[in-house]
């Protein structure tokens, strides 16, 4: 199993591929599967700013196209142009989805460049879901 620091590395890495000429705001993520795997992912800008994807749903993308079908255990979240890069809205959301009792564990870079982690629930309380499933 991959390290906090390993996986904030393997998001920094990540944030060198980001595609982000208009807002010149690189991002990276790693997410962590139960199994071991791990999936990184950078953000994605268009012209058509709503179509924008953040780096967080490119890596939980990628681990579904690859076929993952663990468990989601922890995600790094780094930026260059932000300390403690948190997660948008929109990616709380996403990684709720995937939060099946397990309190997803979001790695940052703190203020000193040490690891600080926050847990799904604390960076989205009272979530909205489908009660169909
Ligand atoms: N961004 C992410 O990749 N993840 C987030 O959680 C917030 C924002 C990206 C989207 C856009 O390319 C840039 O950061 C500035 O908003």
Redesign the pocket.
């Known amino acids: 199993m991959k390290t906090n620091e390993e996986l904030l590395n393997i998001a920094k890495e990540a944030s060198k591929n980001a595609y982000?000429v208009y807002?010149k705001?690189p991002?990276g993520a790693c997410v962590l599967y139960s199994g071991g795997n791990y999936y990184a992912g950078c953000?994605i800008?268009n012209s058509s700013f709503g179509l924008?994807l953040?780096?967080?749903r490119n890596a939980i993308s990628t681990a579904i196209a690859s076929g993952e079908t663990g468990q989601i255990v922890k995600i790094a979240?780094y930026s260059p142009a932000s300390k403690m890069?948190?997660?948008?809205g929109a990616?709380r959301q996403w990684l709720n989805e995937f939060e099946k009792g397990q309190n997803i564990e979001i790695i940052l870079e703190d203020e000193d460049g040490n690891c600080c982690s926050f847990t799904a629930n604390e960076l989205l309380p009272y979530n909205f879901r489908l009660n169909m499933i």
């Open positions: 982000c807002s705001f991002v953000n800008e924008t953040c780096a967080e979240i890069c948190f997660p948008c990616c």
